[in-house]
């Protein structure tokens, strides 16, 4: 049997802290980058909202959203 997805909202009555939407991280060409697994490189590509080619030095790869691992320098 699968779980039914509600959506959780707050209460203002509550005493826990409301969730925060976590920011939509966006790259553009040049911006410099590190990733968790690939390491420093540069964004030489981007496909929309939806992934950026990223250039390693050794390697090049394409990292699709969400870009969780990786972070604007």
Do not use: N, W
């Amino acid at each position: 049997m699968k779980k039914s997805e509600a959506v959780r909202r707050h209460l203002p009555t509550s005493p826990f802290k409301a969730r925060t939407a976590t920011p939509c991280k966006h790259f553009a060409l040049g911006d410099r980058v590190t990733h968790d697994a690939y390491g420093l490189g540069r964004v030489i590509g981007v496909e929309g909202d939806t992934a950026v080619l990223v250039d390693f030095g050794s390697r090049q790869e394409r990292v699709a959203e969400p870009y969780t691992a990786m972070y604007h320098l």
